[in-house]
């Protein structure tokens, strides 16, 4: 029997997307690629809680020739996942031999336009300014509310689960990770699947290298100012500013959340309104990108 691949060993992600079309690519590692001869893939969608569209299919194959395998395709006209209307679409992969299917997976994903733009945030074209406050994973957690409030939970290694209800719901999240190296190939892994991982903000004292990037392509990740601040790790996108250990923040060369966590837990709308009175009280002599209660 060869090895067919698991969950974790290939990952969907998307290239140049807009409003005409969307590049999408499967990266697959296979252990025993001479047991297959070709990938196939099926897109199907866009599907949302909360509109009805006519959905589509695109479907495209590639040889498998190595070990490494990439398939690119181009989706028509996609939807984008927006906390407004937070499309999915739904892939499915076959490996084939001799035209017998050998494997065959499936799951959900959604194309996200969340970047960086100077010193800003920018979802859909237009700048973003993020409003978020720390949280903890609940099954009595309050989705409709973090969603109309426009809040973003930061969560420490969300699972799989939560994100999965997230990306149906249309709320951001901010993963945080742990100090375990050993398993973070395995959380960027996972939260590369799920659209609403937006940003992923990286442990101080988690050993960090470029090349683990690779693993979330479409995610944001942010590093803590500590030290001088304007020094930031080269493979962060964005910077952590704890405005709450006090200290000026110096010239700002990527963009910058600030943080002043509470110190008790609170209400969504109250989390949103200490989330306004940050910014009003640092708005006036900062550019920042987002704030963090």
Known sequence: MPIVPRSDDWLIFHGEASPAEARIYVQM????????????????????????????????DVSVTC????????????CFWTPELPYLY?????????????????????????????????????NWVLRGAFAEESP??????WRE??????????????CTVADQRGVVICAMTTPDVARLNQRLTC??????????????????AADFRALSRNSIFAA???????????????????????????????PTLAIRRLVRAAAPSDLREACDFLQRDLASNQELAGYLV
Do not use: M
């Open 224 to 254: 803590e100012l500590v030290g001088d601040p304007q020094r930031l790790p080269d493979w962060a996108d964005i910077a952590l500013w704890n405005f709450a250990i006090g200290g000026p923040l110096g010239a700002q060369f990527a």
């Open 149 to 162: 409030l426009h809040l973003a939970p930061v969560i420490r290694d969300p699972s799989e689960e939560f």
């Open 67 to 78: 070990a490494d395998v990439l398939a690119e395709t181009v989706l028509p006209d996609p």
């Open 90 to 126: 739904r892939v499915r992969l076959t490996l084939e031999r001799a035209g017998d299917v050998v494997w065959s997976e499936e799951r959900t994903f959604g194309i996200r336009r969340l970047g960086v733009r100077g010193r800003r945030l920018y979802f859909e074209a237009k």
């Open 140 to 145: 009595e957690f309050a989705w409709d509310d």
């Open 191 to 208: 939260w590369q699947r799920h659209p609403s991982v937006g940003l992923i903000f990286v442990h101080p004292e988690l050993e960090f």
């Open 29 to 60: 590692r296979l252990e025993s690629p001479s047991a297959f001869d070709r990938l196939r893939g099926e897109i199907t969608g866009p599907f949302s809680r909360y509109a009805r569209t006519l959905s589509a299919t695109t479907r495209f």
